[in-house]
């Protein structure tokens, strides 16, 4: 297990739709997953994984193993939010993040702890994540 201390967090923009919230114009609680979910993606991009090409040149992806929200406040719809992404620990098979929201004032929204599981797709089992998958990250 090694700990990981991120310079300055990933930072990914998000505009709040419609689909986003519920009838009162209020972020609806399971679309803050997608917002953490999308942030972690393009960290991965922004690092040059390319998570189909992984998934089939290895058989492997990350899943969700663990989360932990803290709901501090409610975004609205149009808000212009900020979501980002600090790796604070990497274990064998897994990650983990710290995430929080922010409205672009910087008010922050939700905290997250993120933990994802490096997987076997086929045999759905978690595996050691291969040392070039992620790179910059210690291993």
């Known amino acids: 297990m090694s700990t990981v201390a991120s310079e300055t ?15 009162g114009g209020v972020v609806y ?4 997953l997608c917002f953490l979910e999308r942030a972690r993606s393009e960290w991965l ?16 992806a990350f899943m969700v193993r663990e989360m932990q929200l803290d709901f501090l406040r409610a975004a609205l719809l149009d808000d212009e939010l900020q979501v980002t992404v600090e790796v604070k620990e990497r274990r064998a098979a897994s990650i983990l993040f710290a995430q929080t929201i922010f409205r672009a004032d910087g008010t922050p929204l939700l905290r997250a702890q993120v933990r994802v599981a490096c997987v076997d797709v086929r045999r759905m089992q978690p595996v050691r994540i291969p040392a070039d998958a992620i790179p910059g990250l210690d291993h």
């Open 29 to 32: 609680h399971a679309s803050y």
């Open 45 to 60: 991009r922004a690092l040059g994984v390319n998570q189909m090409a992984l998934k089939e040149a290895t058989g492997l």
């Open 9 to 23: 967090p990933f930072t990914w923009p998000v505009r709040v739709y419609w689909e986003d919230t519920d009838a």
